[in-house]
């Protein structure tokens, strides 16, 4: 399962894994007991977190480590900024350094 800020971010890298994966869209910084909310129904799942490299992405990134200190954290280069505007080969190293089988005609091209 995949930890996302927002729904661009969510059409951004969906089209990319080829496993079935879940994408959560937090909506941006959240409560703790929103996150639980979201997070609560995939407990036991691996919790990956890809969020951007701004203020509010590492506001949900403290937040996750503190409520779900199992989850991994995986990161854009600052100069990106934000997920949805990484480049796709960018996105595709991200996704498999997690671990995450990517759609390989892209991971070609």
Do not use: W
């Not at 969510?10 to 089209?15: E, S």
């Not at 703790?32 to 990956?48: F, H, S």
């Not at 991994?72 to 991200?94: C, G, Q």
């Amino acid at each position: 399962m995949i930890v996302v800020e927002g729904l661009t971010d969510k059409t951004r890298i969906a089209p990319l894994i080829a496993e079935p994966v879940t994408i959560i869209c937090t909506n941006g910084t959240i409560s703790a007991t929103r996150l639980e909310e979201i997070l609560l129904p995939y407990e036991g799942l691996d919790i990956i977190v890809l969020v951007d490299a701004d203020k509010s992405g590492e506001q949900l990134r403290k937040l996750v480590k503190r409520e779900f200190p199992e989850a991994r954290h995986f990161y854009i280069n600052r100069s990106y900024k934000e997920v949805a505007t990484t480049p796709i080969r960018i996105l595709l190293d991200v996704l498999i350094s997690a671990n995450i089988r990517v759609n390989q005609l892209l991971a070609e091209g």
